[in-house]
């Protein structure tokens, strides 16, 4: 095998067949995959309603504390495709890579995506490589698409929501983004922070049993919880207020906020869920998540309201000095690249 990736392994001849079958092949191929046709034939139960979602992963450096980028990318889609309430079932993964790229990185990339994508429970079906020239791309950038089932009475969204429900996020803010800033500018913390990024369906899956009329799940990633709040309000036509003190951080990265300059609500989170349900199943939605692997730092954090009148559709954030303050979308580009 090559130890770099060449022009040649994107032309379609023999050299692609090398890096498909000794790289991609090797670390996650199942039966649909090894068939080898241009499109996978897929098994979907009959009346089923199909979840899907795609997204592109562009983030640098490409390993890091916590995951790699083909960690970030399985869990990213598999997250999204879960928030419809779906069973995630099948991945497409799409590689760009640049001339140069050391072989051995993109198998430790794909291993770790085959990893994560057992603990998922998915399967990647289908894929694609394109090879750029040295000095037109950065290394590797990744496409994930999903593609879940509905099972039936399951129907969520952000505009379900309603006054007088309560807000939940199934851990800590902000690992994420400050891991990746912390690896890309060389800065050093006295506690270890790391990359929460995870696979959340089997999560997600049972919030929905224990509290069966949940109305939402949201992702915080880029804009983190403040923009997925302020998205919710929008949709719902409601107001939503956050009590802070309720709000899990960590104390390194709530400090490695505080010296950098950034607000933890706005800060990107890869493994971390918001989910809005009514208040008598608030408290069965938080053992749920306080059940799993990936939420034992779950906390009710806020409740849902009627909009005020004339000022719109506001997320108001109780401080810990006891004051009241709006809490706003991310504006511009806080942490760039972080997925």
Same mark, same amino acid.
């Given at each position: 095998?090559?130890?770099?990736?060449?022009?040649?392994? #994107?032309? %379609?001849?023999?050299?692609?067949?090398?890096?498909?079958?000794?790289?991609?092949?090797?670390?996650?191929?199942?039966?649909?995959?090894?068939?080898?046709?241009?499109?996978? *034939?897929?098994?979907?139960?009959?009346?089923?309603?199909?979840?899907?979602?795609?997204? !592109?992963?562009?983030?640098?450096?490409?390993?890091?504390?916590?995951?790699?980028? %083909?960690?970030?990318?399985?869990?990213?889609?598999?997250?999204?495709?879960?928030?419809?309430?779906?069973?995630?079932?099948?991945? !497409?993964?799409?590689?760009?890579?640049?001339?140069?790229?050391?072989?051995?990185?993109?198998?430790?990339?794909?291993? $770790?995506?085959?990893?994560?994508?057992?603990?998922?429970?998915?399967?990647?079906?289908?894929?694609?490589?394109?090879?750029?020239?040295? #000095?037109?791309?950065?290394?590797? +950038?990744?496409?994930?698409?999903?593609?879940?089932?509905?099972?039936?009475?399951? /129907?969520?969204?952000?505009?379900?929501?309603?006054?007088?429900?309560?807000?939940? *996020? $199934?851990?800590?803010?902000?690992?994420?983004?400050?891991?990746?800033? $912390?690896?890309?500018?060389?800065?050093?913390?006295?506690?270890?922070?790391?990359?929460?990024?995870?696979?959340?369906?089997?999560?997600?899956? /049972?919030?929905?049993?224990?509290?069966?009329?949940?109305?939402? +799940?949201?992702?915080?990633?880029?804009?983190?919880?403040?923009?997925?709040?302020?998205?919710?309000?929008?949709?719902?036509?409601?107001?939503?207020?956050?009590?802070?003190?309720?709000?899990?951080?960590?104390?390194?990265?709530? #400090?490695?906020?505080?010296?950098?300059?950034?607000?933890?609500?706005?800060?990107?989170?890869?493994?971390?869920?918001?989910?809005?349900?009514?208040?008598?199943?608030?408290?069965?939605?938080?053992?749920?998540?306080?059940? !799993?692997?990936?939420?034992?730092?779950?906390?009710?954090?806020?409740?849902?309201?009627?909009?005020?009148?004339?000022?719109?559709?506001?997320?108001?954030?109780?401080?810990? +000095?006891? !004051?009241?303050?709006?809490?706003?979308?991310?504006?511009?580009?806080?942490?760039?690249?972080?997925?």
């Amino acid at each position: 095998m090559d130890e770099k990736v060449m022009l040649g392994h #994107g032309s %379609g001849g023999s050299m692609m067949k090398r890096i498909i079958d000794e790289v991609f092949f090797e670390a996650y191929a199942g039966d649909e995959l090894l068939a080898g046709n241009d499109a996978a *034939v897929l098994s979907i139960p009959e009346g089923s309603r199909l979840s899907f979602s795609t997204d !592109s992963f562009v983030v640098t450096p490409h390993f890091f504390p916590g995951g790699d980028i %083909g960690r970030l990318a399985v869990c990213g889609t598999v997250n999204d495709v879960a928030t419809s309430g779906a069973k995630p079932l099948y991945l !497409s993964c799409g590689f760009i890579l640049e001339e140069g790229y050391p072989i051995a990185d993109l198998k430790r990339i794909c291993a $770790s995506m085959a990893e994560v994508a057992k603990e998922a429970g998915v399967r990647i079906v289908t894929g694609d490589t394109k090879v750029v020239n040295r #000095g037109h791309g950065d290394g590797v +950038f990744i496409n994930t698409s999903g593609v879940g089932v509905l099972t039936p009475g399951v /129907n969520l969204g952000g505009q379900y929501c309603q006054p007088g429900d309560k807000v939940l *996020v $199934s851990g800590t803010l902000g690992d994420h983004g400050i891991t990746i800033m $912390s690896q890309r500018e060389a800065l050093s913390f006295f506690a270890d922070i790391e990359s929460d990024a995870a696979p959340l369906n089997h999560l997600i899956a /049972n919030v929905l049993e224990a509290a069966p009329d949940v109305r939402c +799940f949201r992702d915080p990633t880029r804009g983190g919880l403040a923009s997925t709040l302020n998205e919710l309000a929008s949709q719902a036509n409601v107001d939503i207020t956050v009590d802070e003190e309720r709000v899990p951080v960590k104390d390194a990265v709530r #400090g490695a906020c505080e010296m950098l300059g950034y607000d933890v609500f706005q800060v990107a989170n890869e493994g971390k869920m918001v989910c809005v349900v009514p208040a008598d199943q608030a408290d069965a939605a938080l053992a749920a998540m306080r059940a !799993s692997t990936y939420g034992q730092d779950a906390a009710i954090i806020g409740e849902v309201s009627a909009s005020t009148e004339g000022r719109g559709n506001k997320v108001y954030l109780r401080t810990a +000095f006891g !004051s009241t303050r709006v809490l706003d979308m991310l504006v511009g580009e806080q942490l760039p690249r972080i997925c």
